[in-house]
């Protein structure tokens, strides 16, 4: 690079480095005028003197500038001073889609979402009379809001090298490479048109397009050669092989559109991007919306306008179903459907600690949870032969849910326990049998024994008699090990379970009930599922994988193979989402369901504003002033969230508390806002931690015993932290906890219901809670002299209750309805019932361990955590006969 840190272009000042490339020095610069980040790309002295050079560079700056377009990145400003010629551009926080097929192939949803955004990008340019001529994974880069075409550099380039000797003599070389005053674009993606020096159009792009989608598929490149004259060879004589022929279970519409996209000959291939956007949406459409389950392409409101046509949908599904029960054919025909979350409700797989999905073992029944309205998550089953799901009673917070052998119960975790329970729709109460704090799976034995995993740092794989009874540690762990997700083998006796050897990091072992030693049958981070005749599923890279298994000998057979690319993962614990039996496959498609925006909203419901860029957001909590937010952030899914600081004026943020292999979740301030309280499982439980706001060395806060605990809120006198305290017993109880003198805890309101989510209001006589003990949550408010005095102020379910600055009003949720009580200064009552505000999308993830979605400003603005995309999370994707596609 030529410049240094520091030096001014205008009123641009460089400040790092970002890449070099054949046209151009990148850095990331800072526009003094309007205090932004900004992307400087620089023509080099070696470079600035060539005409040639200088007109291709001016050419980007006039083409970028007719060109405005989401997915292309934008132009700012253009330059020259002291003889350097600069363009100034859009920041792009990310990688290049290059870097990212480096790690392996996209997931389906993935490969469809950037390859409309880019067909759309290419669409607008050619609209314009601009063909890219280089397109290629390294100009496209991926940011959280999707990606933005780079580079247009040579678009509208000179008249091409027609001398075809040029290409032998080219030498070998492993990179791709853009080679000025000859060939013009990169080799690997040229059309067979520019390589044979003919004259270049949109559908041009078009090919260069369908070997980037191919590529974001299959993680390959479209053709190859051992030389550059091979590869030449390959472009123009080679079909590629199928894109399913890497990924199995990919739409063959997805195939046939990319082989259009790569067609030899320019009139065979798709005429315009638009129509290659269009087909991308069909397929996407076609994916979402399969002929074999049509419900699943209606809004839930219509669904119910045409119930003889899901009477046939239903008649459908289960007659095949029992074709392929009793079918004597060796490879009976796959068929591929969807499930969509019960009406009202959202499938709660995208939370770390809700697992995933169980298929019943004779593949008739799925079971699930799912999140209502009430902010409560209902165990659900859906037989495959009807339409509807129904809730099983008294699951509520239900996760994790495995199947008893004769498919006749569910076990499943709630509110601390190990449970059991009827799936029927008018199920006994569930029987409790252990506790299980942070549970990380369970499996049935034909014998009565279930095994399960209770959680927590160091804690091994137990067993419990399904009656009930004494629990039993059956494996042993090493420091700071951790056993998670069994899965009992066809004898009974013999399961696997995934040992936690490090952050992101898992070795399966397999053992025995009753036998001390165990053997490392699969080095993987993940979770691993057994299907009978004999496979094993597990997850990798993004990849839903299985491999042969002997389960007699419990060792793997052979090399795994890929069933599905792009299956939902949790790194932190190893789990994926998916569930099998012999006929019947599940798992939820990869999604950025996770992300979020911090969004303002006034009293209207109008958004007004944000923080930051689109990412993953947890329990927002301004400052006193408000001029400063906590919140947690994940910043790669690989790792836990950290508690990051934002300055509310500048949208600035930096990380605050230091990257560990576990969460920091619910920062609280202190009244001054010199002090953040927040939660972490750092010690193997989750406790509460203390840090200065201006970020700096973390503090545990002392307790006498080791109990679950996690910060509600501050006295605003500062005497007092009132937190919540966990337990199988009590459930959650709220306790206050003295700031100063001797650190003795007491019980501020503790029941045998769950109490959370309080919020001292402003002048320190009132504290709201939530508590469930009307059978459903609700808001309260109690005196804090005297906490027996109480009153509930929500009418029909309420969570996550917030004061105003001035404590006149109280805000809280009634689904995505947000709420005002109207309070008088000196009264312990509301002088008003609730009334509506507006509703707003709020975004659901983590919600056991962070439960707030909002906060308030002084200024009475609110700061949201929405989802980032209006659209919802995808449905559970269902094959069955998903074994008639394996290699034999």
């Not at 007699?552 to 190893?574: K, S, Y």
Request: contains cysteine; neutral net charge.
């Amino acid at each position: 690079m030529t410049l240094s840190a520091g030096t001014r272009l205008g009123p641009y000042e460089l400040v790092a480095p970002v890449g070099a490339g054949g046209m151009g020095e990148v850095y990331r610069a800072k526009d003094t005028r309007l205090d932004r980040t900004v992307a400087v790309k620089v023509l080099p002295p070696h470079l600035s003197s060539s005409p040639e050079s200088r007109q291709r560079f001016e050419r980007e700056a006039k083409t970028i500038s007719q060109l405005s377009h989401p997915h292309i990145c934008a132009l700012y400003d253009v330059g020259h001073q002291d003889g350097v010629d600069y363009l100034v551009m859009e920041y792009l926080e990310g990688e290049t889609l290059a870097e990212r097929l480096a790690k392996g192939p996209l997931s389906l949803d993935l490969v469809l979402r950037y390859g409309t955004e880019i067909a759309d990008a290419l669409d607008k340019a050619h609209r314009q009379g601009v063909v890219h001529r280089d397109l290629k994974p390294g100009n496209v880069m991926v940011t959280k809001a999707g990606v933005k075409l780079l580079d247009f550099g040579l678009a509208k380039a000179l008249a091409p090298v027609s001398s075809a000797t040029q290409f032998t003599a080219l030498p070998t070389q492993a990179a791709p490479i853009t080679r000025e005053g000859s060939l013009l674009g990169t080799l690997q993606y040229m059309a067979p048109e520019q390589l044979e020096g003919k004259e270049a159009d949109a559908r041009t792009d078009i090919f260069a397009f369908g070997a980037v989608l191919y590529e974001m598929a299959t993680g390959k490149k479209t053709f190859s050669g051992a030389t550059q004259a091979s590869l030449i060879g390959s472009i123009l004589r080679d079909e590629p092989r199928a894109i399913s022929e890497s990924a199995p279970l990919t739409p063959a519409s997805l195939d046939r559109l990319t082989r259009t996209c790569l067609a030899k000959d320019p009139d065979d291939r798709w005429q315009t991007a638009r129509d290659v956007a269009r087909q991308l949406r069909e397929v996407d459409r076609e994916r979402e919306h399969p002929a074999t389950e049509p419900v699943r392409g209606l809004r839930r409101s219509r669904a119910r306008a045409i119930p003889w046509a899901l009477a046939l949908v239903a008649l459908g599904f289960g007659v095949l179903l029992g074709r392929a029960a009793i079918s004597k054919a060796p490879r009976p025909e796959i068929i591929r459907s969807s499930l969509l979350p019960p009406p009202g409700t959202e499938f709660f797989f995208f939370d770390a600690n809700n697992g995933a999905p169980a298929v019943s073992p004779d593949g008739k029944r799925i079971a699930f949870s799912a999140l209502n309205p009430d902010d409560q998550v209902l165990l659900f089953v859906r037989p495959l032969d009807s339409l509807e799901s129904f809730a099983i009673p008294g699951t509520d917070g239900a996760t994790f849910p495995f199947w008893s052998p004769d498919g006749r119960s569910l076990g499943f975790f709630a509110e601390g326990r190990l449970k059991t329970v009827q799936a029927s729709r008018s199920a006994s109460p569930p029987l409790s049998l252990a506790d299980s704090l942070e549970a990380k799976g369970g499996t049935w034995s034909p014998d009565g024994t279930i095994l399960f995993s209770p959680g927590g740092r160091g804690t091994p794989i137990f067993r419990v008699s399904a009656s009930g009874g004494s629990t039993v540690p059956v494996t042993r762990t090493e420091k700071g090990s951790q056993h998670r997700f069994p899965t009992l083998l066809p004898d009974g006796r013999r399961f696997l379970y995934t040992a936690r050897i490090g952050q992101g990091q898992s070795v399966v072992h397999v053992t025995s009930i009753g036998s001390t030693e165990s053997r490392e049958i699969l080095r993987e981070h993940s979770h691993t599922v057994y299907s009978p005749p004999g496979y094993l599923l597990f997850h990798r890279s993004g990849r839903l994988m299985a491999a042969r298994f002997d389960a007699d000998r419990a060792e793997i057979e052979g090399e795994p193979f890929e069933l599905v690319d792009g299956v939902e993962f949790f790194p932190p614990t190893g789990r994926a989402v998916f569930a099998a039996s012999e006929n019947v496959l599940a798992y939820a498609p990869r999604t950025d369901a996770r992300l979020s925006r911090l969004s303002w909203f006034d009293r209207t419901g109008k958004e007004v504003g944000s923080i930051g860029a689109p990412g993953m957001y947890l329990c927002p909590r301004l400052s006193p002033d408000g001029r400063q937010l906590a919140v947690s952030v994940v910043e790669q899914l690989a790792n836990p969230p950290d508690i990051w600081l934002f300055d509310t004026r500048l949208q600035t943020g930096t990380r605050s508390t230091r990257p560990e292999a576990f969460p920091e979740l619910n920062p609280v301030y202190s009244p001054d806002g010199a002090r953040i309280f927040f939660s972490s499982s750092r010690q193997g439980y989750w406790n509460i931690f203390e840090m200065p706001s201006s970020g700096g060395e973390e503090a545990e806060v002392e307790f006498a015993t080791a109990s679950a605990r996690w910060p509600n809120d501050v006295s605003p006198d500062g005497s007092f932290l009132l937190y919540r305290e966990f337990s199988s017993a009590s459930r959650g109880d709220l306790k206050l906890l003295p700031l100063s003198g001797e650190p003795r805890p007491r019980d501020f309101i503790g029941t045998t219901f769950d109490e959370d989510q309080a919020s001292f209001s402003p002048d320190g006589r009132r504290v709201a809670y939530v508590s469930d003990e009307s059978g459903r949550k609700e808001v309260f408010v109690a005196r804090f002299a005297d906490p027996s005095q109480r009153r509930r102020v929500s009418s029909d379910g309420g969570i996550q209750p917030r004061w105003s600055r001035d404590g006149r009003e109280l805000f809280y949720l009634d689904g995505r309805t947000m709420m005002a009580v109207p309070f008088e200064a000196a009264e312990d009552v509301p002088s008003g019932p609730p009334r509506r505000l507006f509703d707003v999308p709020v975004h659901v993830i983590f919600r056991a361990f962070a439960p707030f979605k909002y906060d308030v400003a002084p200024d009475g603005r609110f700061l949201i955590i929405v989802r980032a995309s209006d659209a919802p999370p995808p449905p559970l994707v269902l094959v069955l006969n998903w074994q008639a596609g394996l290699p034999k």
